[in-house]
């Protein structure tokens, strides 16, 4: 329908999220088959979505939707955070609140640090999430002014963590306006970094863990590549 989604990928199925008017569900494919959308059908590897789980809902519309682990997937909201305990379609799994005041920024507002941690942005700053246990600001870290009390309409941001120089790049732009950063994960120092060719602004980044060192690193994605 034309819609920009969320894509993510959880339990051996496609998760999709962030539809244009229905903003509060998602939906998963079967298990083994991204092409079959089919929630009909008996068996526990069927297409499954928000409306037909047993896992629960949620109210808010969806910002993000974090793969933690094999067994949790995070959905970031507006304003509230749900954490998703094994497959929705087997008896024992549950979706739960894990925070009714903190959302992610955006779809890419997050990344993963190496011992696991889910660091994102919120409109309230910048939080952590430990798998199994909660949710908890960066008291440490003194923001930048760019990440207090930002705009989700006007705002896009882009995280991903660097494990070749050990720390956070994130990147927020808007029509007209850039901010980049770089947050040093030893010791928690921010570090504003600049581009001098405003066509080569990135607006995604992403990090791919090759076995070759030479591929191995942050691969920033701007206009032209």
């Not at 963590?161 to 306006?177: E, K, L, P, S």
Request: hydrophobic share 40%.
């Amino acid at each position: 329908d034309g819609d920009d989604r969320i894509i993510a990928v959880f339990q051996d199925r496609l998760v999709l999220a962030e539809f244009k008017n229905l903003p509060q569900v998602w939906q998963m494919s079967r298990q083994g088959d991204p092409t079959d959308w089919d929630e009909g059908a008996s068996d526990s590897k069927g297409a499954v979505s928000a409306t037909t789980s047993k896992a629960g809902r949620i109210g808010q519309p969806i910002r993000a939707v974090v793969p933690v682990t094999e067994d949790y997937l995070l959905f970031g909201c507006t304003s509230s955070m749900y954490l998703l305990a094994g497959d929705p379609k087997v008896p024992g799994s549950s979706l739960g609140c894990i925070a009714q005041t903190i959302g992610i920024a955006g779809r890419d507002a997050w990344c993963q640090t190496p011992g696991g941690l889910i660091v994102f942005l919120s409109t309230e700053g910048l939080f952590a999430y430990q798998p199994g246990g909660g949710i908890a600001a960066l008291s440490k870290v003194v923001l930048p002014a760019e990440f207090k009390n930002i705009t989700l309409s006007d705002w896009r941001v882009s995280m991903t963590y660097d494990h070749n120089a050990d720390g956070i790049h994130i990147f927020m732009f808007r029509t007209g306006q850039a901010s980049f950063w770089f947050l040093d994960w030893a010791t928690k120092g921010f570090f504003q970094t600049a581009f001098v060719d405003s066509g080569l602004y990135p607006n995604s980044a992403a990090y791919y863990p090759s076995d070759r060192v030479n591929l191995r690193g942050a691969y920033i994605g701007c206009a032209d590549g």
